[in-house]
Every structure is written in C-alpha cells, then in structure tokens.
C-alpha cells in the first residue's frame, strides 16, 4: 500500500526560485494537511484542506500557497523560496478533520541557499 | 496558544533498561496521540487515550492519560534498540485542532 506520497524527496533551491511539493493519497481520505519540521520545534501546521475544494491557514502559512487538485493530492507551492523556508515537509491525510489520526508521506527536505 | 512540552528532550539508554517521557500542556485536550517518526520517514501513530486516567499497553509501550487530560505519559519496559525513534505526542483540542509536542528523541544503545 502507497499510503501517502510526496514527491521529490530532496530539493536544493536558489533564493528566489520557486517549487511546487507534490502529495498523494490512495486512502479515500478527505483531509490532506502540510506542516514542517524543524529541529527543536516539532510539527508546524502550514496549510489543511478539511475536504476537496476547501484549504485553510495552518500555523506558519506565510510564503506558501496550496492547492487541493482533487481528492487523491495535495500541493504546496513556494513563490519566492528564503533560506527560512529550509526544512523538512510533510504531507499527511486522514479520513475526517476532528482530530481523527493523521497518516504521514516519508517528507521532502528542502535546502534553499 | 495552546503548548505541548515533551521531557526529556534527549534520552539514550542502555538496551534492557526502563524509561518514561512525557508529555505536558496547561491546556485540557479532548484526545491524546502518540507517535513515532524514524530517520527519513514520517511519524507513525503509535496509540489514541481519549478518557482522563485511560492506559493503554502496546506490547512493552504503555500509554497514559492524566486525570485532566492536560498530560500523558510512555513508558517503555525493557527497551530495545528497535525502539530508537522521535517520538511525538499530538493533543486535539476542543475545536478538533491537532497540536505537536517537539519531541523526545530516544536512542538505545545495544
């Protein structure tokens, strides 16, 4: 079973650049979410899509934007990239919003020099 | 706000040894998750406690829910090197939010 799919898994990007993350779920689930991990700092909670056609503000949503394709994908898309934005993302679903549990795509780290 | 603490931070022990990590809010959640992330793969869920006072045993993983359901504790019996992970808690809040702690990092030396 795929679960949840990011792509790529690695990226380097110039200041300035832009990027697209790619996240798919073969789960049926209506929930899609994108956060980040920094050291020290946990999971941060960028953007959400509670169900398709619907994206709200996270935590830290500046200097993102999302797009809900669809049921299956997700996708998180940097304009201008800043060293800032270096992390580690993750893409996750689950069935409902309410807290129900999340499932987690393997992450995609992000250097911007 | 609401804020999630996990203590320790850092914990490495040797294989065969006990340990607890916690996990701490000033804020009362409705559920608690945990779970557990491995180098260059996403966090995995590990166990819900919905019920103040609820334990739940995961093989040699038990899960605890404070009273109040503002804290909850793992405790680990005999640990193993497999056990070696991140491990996180998660609080939902009253308004079905999802708020990570930062963290514990475990690691087991054989």
């Known amino acids: 079973n795929a679960g949840v799919t990011q792509t790529p898994k690695f990226q380097v990007l110039k200041t300035g650049q832009s990027m697209t993350l790619q996240c798919a779920q073969d789960m049926n689930h209506n929930s899609m979410y994108w956060y980040r991990q920094d050291p020290g700092m946990g999971l941060r909670l960028i953007y959400y899509?509670?169900?398709?056609?619907?994206?709200d503000k996270g935590e830290v949503p500046n200097g993102y934007n999302v797009s809900r394709l669809n049921k299956r994908e997700f996708s998180l898309r940097l304009e201008s990239a800043a060293p800032s934005q270096t992390s580690v993302y993750f893409c996750?679903?689950?069935?409902?919003?309410?807290?129900?549990?999340?499932?987690f795509g393997d992450g995609t780290r992000l250097s911007i020099l | 706000t609401q804020l999630l603490e996990q203590s320790p931070q850092f914990l490495s022990i040797q294989e065969g040894e006990n340990l607890t990590v916690y996990c701490n809010s000033s804020s009362v959640f409705s559920s608690l998750q945990w779970y557990r992330q491995e180098p260059g793969e996403g966090p995995v869920l590990l166990v819900t406690?919905?019920?103040?006072?609820e334990v739940k045993k995961l093989k040699r993983l038990t899960f605890q829910f404070g009273d109040a359901r503002k804290d909850s504790s793992l405790h680990i019996t005999a640990a193993q090197p497999g056990d070696t992970g991140l491990y996180l808690c998660?609080?939902?809040?009253?308004?079905?939010?999802?708020?990570f702690g930062s963290g514990t990092r475990l690691s087991i030396r054989p």
């Open positions: 998660a609080g939902v809040s009253s308004a079905s939010k999802i708020i």
């Open positions: 899509s509670a169900s398709e056609g619907t994206t």
């Open positions: 996750a679903s689950s069935e409902g919003g309410g807290g129900q549990p999340q499932h």
């Open positions: 406690v919905v019920t103040g006072g």
